[in-house]
């Protein structure tokens, strides 16, 4: 832990994570989204200098967070709900004393009520999400508690602009300024299908390919009976840049769909980096049915 770090204590999980966490949580209501653990976790980390944070300490600043605006206003609903697992985007079982006592199900109190009762947990979880979402007055009770106007942090209006990463990739229409490491590896990925998918046989690879969409997937094969939409994320590419990725892929693989005049075409979206991605990445990309695949730095063929 480096000397300037904030020691990850309750006390200081607390009193000094629960602000920040609230903020993210109200954008989170605002966009109609969620907040994993994993991204709070490394933003108290990286934007507010905590030392490495032990996963089920997070439940101590959600709860203050929630703790403080129930203090502003004890009728608000649980916002702590969109602090979720990565595997079901579902908030964890450290709210399970909040829904009961909201929605008056006694049995959601008990250690492991999300996984006694899953279906109860799911609706009960998906109800209290509703309410956050159909609230009005976030802003109002986040200047009656911390005396001063919301507002999203920079990190998150970078997020919200879509210049959260550092990799210049992507290119849309009429952009320009592709990063050398991203250029390599669409490149190289173009030229090796049987390092990605296992074959070159009847694969027609071409690069930037153009959506009716105007999106442009970075490179696309095209075999006898799939077509592979890829997405690559270079050794720049930070997690955002990744996550981001992935949800192209999910993109890519929707437009490719609609746009194929077949009845039922096979397309089969993968994302191909050069770092390995994170366990909450992994998760996430999983839940999704993205395919990854990481490649080494210092290729050959």
């Known amino acids: 832990m480096a000397s300037n770090s904030i020691k990850p204590t309750i006390k200081n999980l607390r009193e000094i994570g629960a602000e920040p966490l609230t903020r993210w949580l109200i954008a989170a209501s605002q966009e109609r989204t969620s907040m994993t653990y994993g991204e709070a976790k490394r933003r108290l ?68 009520a999300d996984k006694k009762y899953p279906d109860l947990w799911r609706k009960i979880s998906e109800k209290a999400m ?52 991203h250029e390599a590896l669409r490149l190289w990925v173009k030229d090796n299908p049987q390092k990605i998918i296992g074959t070159k046989a009847g694969i027609v690879s071409k690069t930037e390919v153009e959506l009716l969409s105007g999106d442009r997937v970075d490179v696309v094969y095209y075999g006898r ?18 996550r981001r990725g992935i949800y192209q892929c999910v993109k890519y693989d929707a437009v490719l769909f609609a746009q194929d005049p077949r009845s039922d075409p096979a397309i089969e ?19 999704l049915g993205i395919k990854s695949v990481t490649v080494p730095h210092n290729r050959k063929g």
């Not at 944070?53 to 004890?74: E, Q, Y």
């Open 45 to 112: 980390q990286s934007e507010h200098r905590f030392g490495d944070i032990f996963p089920t300490m997070m439940g101590h600043p959600a709860g203050a967070a929630m703790d403080n605006l129930h203090d502003a206003d004890p009728t608000a609903p649980l916002i702590n709900v969109l602090l979720v697992k990565e595997e079901n985007r579902l908030p964890g079982a450290g709210v399970r004393y909040y829904l009961a006592d909201r929605f008056r199900k006694p049995q959601l109190r008990e250690e492991q």
């Open 130 to 181: 509703d309410e956050v979402y159909a609230y009005r007055d976030w802003e109002k009770l986040f200047k009656r508690i911390y005396g001063q106007a919301y507002a999203p942090d920079p990190e998150t209006v970078k997020r919200q602009k879509g210049r959260d990463g550092r990799e210049k990739d992507g290119l849309p229409r009429g952009r320009s300024g592709e990063g050398k490491n």
């Open 225 to 242: 009976n799939k077509t592979f939409a890829i997405e690559v994320k270079s050794r720049d590419s930070n997690w955002y840049d990744l």
């Open 269 to 287: 979206p993968i994302l191909v980096t050069e770092e390995k991605l994170d366990g909450d990445l992994q998760k996430l990309a999983k839940r």
